[in-house]
């Protein structure tokens, strides 16, 4: 079992920033894809961004390339996500979660998931 904690959501001004971060502990080798998806009020949960285990590769659904970068510090089972230039359409819960899997970029491929952390974007 792995056990995912987000932290750093909040509200912030259109054009802002913050830096959501999520915890590891417990199997941790079972963390091998780390991902981030949001979950906007009424709308299913999107994939937002991926890295594999080494940082190598990376991905990025299309709304959020050049505005996010997805970072991870295996030494402190943590992983991150850098939002710069935020818009309203960002606002949703974001969930970080977890997959032994080498690489996934959809929902069903991940196993763990963090409880959520709120992120809300005014205009």
């Known amino acids: 079992q792995v056990q995912l904690v987000e932290s750093g959501g909040g509200l912030v001004q259109a054009g802002g920033s913050l830096r959501l971060s999520c915890a590891a502990s417990g199997r941790t080798s079972s963390s091998n894809t780390m991902g981030w998806f949001r979950q906007a009020p009424g709308k299913e949960r999107e994939f937002v961004a991926a890295?594999?285990?080494?940082?190598?590769?990376?991905d990025y659904t299309d709304s959020v390339k050049g505005r996010f970068t997805i970072s991870r510090d295996n030494a402190q089972k943590t992983v991150y996500l850098q939002m710069n230039s935020l818009k309203p359409e960002d606002t949703a819960v974001y969930y970080c979660?977890?997959?032994?899997?080498?690489?996934?970029?959809?929902?069903?491929?991940?196993?763990?998931w963090g409880q959520g952390t709120q992120v809300t974007v005014s205009s």
């Open positions: 979660a977890a997959t032994p899997r080498p690489w996934g970029s959809r929902r069903f491929e991940y196993d763990y």
């Open positions: 890295i594999s285990w080494s940082g190598s590769s990376t």
